[in-house]
Structure formats: structure tokens, C-alpha cells
């Protein structure tokens, strides 16, 4: 890898670590593989997709989040 990759992946590390949480998701076996899949077939990352159903759902229940001072 060159220098210049080795500075992009450190700059993106540090950007990650700054401004993105990261969630852990336990499934089946094959289940993974299907996500992708379907994923994949809308365009877009499993990532992405799981992001999306989430803030569908949160909107078609109407809910609101304010975080408190403490958070």
C-alpha cells in the first residue's frame, strides 16, 4: 500500500472514530448473505438499507427522539 492509501485510511479512521457509532447485529447463518443480496438488488449497502427500514419505521410511528443534556 502506498503512503498516500495509508494517509486516506488513517484520515478516514480518525472521521469514523469522530463522528460515526458503530452497532453490532447477530443473526442466523445465511441470513448475512441474504441482507446483502437484497441490498444489493435496491443499490444500496446492507448498511444503508438497515439505516433506511429503521427510519421508516421510526417515521410511520411518529417518533421523536431529543437527547438529554447527559447523552
Known sequence: MSKYDE?????ISRYLQKNCEQVRLTVPKGTLAKYKAFAATKGISMTEMIKQLVQADMDERGF????SADE
Open 7 to 11: 494517509k486516506a485510511k488513517e484520515r
Open 64 to 67: 421523536e427522539y431529543e437527547e
